[in-house]
């Protein structure tokens, strides 16, 4: 993957569905660029993701700003792979999902009126 390719401070790792996740952790990178997008500090993101330290957060946001276009483009990838996951499972359960989502609405505003 190219995004991998640049030489890092910190340790990214690939899933084998093509997630690239910080470290040994389980955050993404995404969701370190998301936070750091809406203008969240490295110490914000911090206590969002504890199982980071702040070294492997200044460095992913480092990663980031050094690699802003390659960042960009997975994000997209992303983005269109998790699209086409919903697509495909709105096609083979949409009924049902709308169902039950329709079931989980009515209960939550049920439970908010008492």
Request: glycine fraction near 4%; charged fraction near 30%; avoid cysteine.
């Amino acid at each position: 993957m190219k995004i991998l390719k640049e030489k890092a401070l910190i340790k990214f790792t690939e899933t084998e569905f093509g997630t690239v996740r910080i470290g040994e952790s389980r955050v993404s990178l995404a969701s370190v660029v998301h936070h750091f997008k809406l203008g969240a500090t490295a110490e914000e993101i911090y206590h969002k993701f504890p199982s980071l330290d702040l070294a492997e957060i200044y460095g992913t946001i480092s990663y980031y700003l050094a690699n802003r276009e390659a960042v960009e483009s997975y994000l997209k990838d992303q983005e269109q792979e998790a699209e086409m996951v919903r697509t495909e499972v709105d096609k083979k359960f949409g009924k049902e999902n709308a169902e039950i989502r329709a079931r989980i609405l009515a209960r939550k505003a049920e439970l908010q009126l008492s």
